[in-house]
């Protein structure tokens, strides 16, 4: 966020009492050990039609995942976490004690709103994502895939100072109109620029959640299911994936074509271990998608699938309490929501 917009902000704002509960423990020396990976976020990648990034998130920026998870549910947007992720990119590479840039926030009512004056990257990581949730609200969007309504929340975020509502005034967000923003609100502040114009195509950059939502089928037939485990906090673990719970030698199918690079009994030590027998399809170099606890597995690692095909049975092998398929679905190996991306 530009720092000078914040200031602008907190003249303006009307501060709202808000209540922040400090519920992770980030390792700072992980976050320090991969600053190098960090410096990504200032590489100028183009921008696909349909806001599918191209850039990569950094191992910084993917060791706050799980986190910005938990406070993406806390504030609403369940299924928002890789916009966050990279607007964090954008922002600071996932480095620093500050990495959402928030200190200047008028939602920062812990430390001084000078700039970086936030010293807990936890505190930093649930203001970014309360604010972001407000614009998102504002901008009336419907979905992560809402590339419209994304592109002003986002643009939101960066510019405050009653963006959105000028700009769903004059039609909604458009590169042309933050231009436009821009310039009024530096001659209006007195100063030689206000803001990002191009935020927008800057954090889109290393979004794929508008590319990939609604993109994969589900492992199990309607009608033969039902959820037994879904997405996110449950008690003090956090499950990455969704549990279909069905009778023992139900089909489970492929959610979408793809290459099996993984089908086997996940030993421990293997990324696998716990899952018992279990697939892993690779669909392009973005997505993947996992289903574990199979009773038997109808496919080998290498051979070629389609969407719709019987991979295996349901089961309750590995670390299970009973018969389901655990269903995952990544972005570059990292779990994400699934129900952002399985068509309704």
């Known amino acids: ?99 959402m840039q928030c200190s200047e926030s008028p939602l920062n009512m812990k430390y001084s709103h000078s700039p970086n004056s936030i010293k807990d990257p936890s505190y930093s990581v649930e203001v970014g994502v309360e604010y972001l949730a407000s614009c998102i ?100 673990e956090f499950h990455k994936g969704i549990d279909f719970a069905a009778p023992a030698g139900t089909n489970i199918y492929a959610a979408a074509s793809g290459t099996v690079i993984v089908a086997c009994y996940g030993q421990r030590g293997s990324g696998y271990g716990g899952y018992g027998n279990v697939v892993v399809i690779q669909h392009n170099s973005t997505y993947s998608t996992l289903y574990g606890h199979a009773e038997k597995l109808l496919v080998k690692r290498g051979q070629k699938v389609t969407a719709g095909q019987v991979i295996a049975l349901v089961g309750s092998t590995g670390d299970s309490t009973g018969n389901h398929c655990h269903f995952e679905i990544r972005v570059h190996g990292n779990q994400v929501d699934p129900a952002t991306y399985i068509k309704p």
């Open 1 to 99: 966020m530009n720092k000078k917009i914040k200031r602008a902000i907190i003249i303006g704002a009307i501060l709202v009492p808000a209540f922040f509960i400090a519920v992770i423990a980030v390792t700072v020396s992980t976050v320090i050990s991969d600053a190098a990976a960090g410096s990504t976020a200032a590489q100028a990648v183009e921008t696909s039609e349909t806001g599918c990034g191209t850039g990569s998130l950094s191992n910084s920026v993917l060791a706050y995942q799980p986190f910005v998870s938990q406070y993406c549910q806390k504030y609403g947007i369940p299924g928002y976490t890789y916009l966050v992720l990279a607007v964090m990119q954008q922002e600071s590479g996932g480095t620093g004690s500050d990495p």
């Open 137 to 236: 609200r504002a901008a009336g969007c419907k979905s992560p895939s809402d590339m419209q309504g994304i592109s002003l929340a986002l643009q939101g975020y960066n510019f405050g100072g009653g963006y959105i509502a000028w700009a769903k005034a004059r039609g909604g967000y458009s590169t042309e109109n933050a231009m436009q923003f821009s310039s009024l609100k530096a001659s209006e502040m007195g100063w030689k620029g206000y803001g990002d114009p191009q935020y927008v195509s800057h954090v889109l950059r290393y979004y794929t959640g508008g590319a990939g939502s609604g993109t994969f089928a589900l492992p199990l037939k309607k009608g033969t299911y039902r959820i037994s485990r879904g997405w996110g906090m449950d008690g003090s």
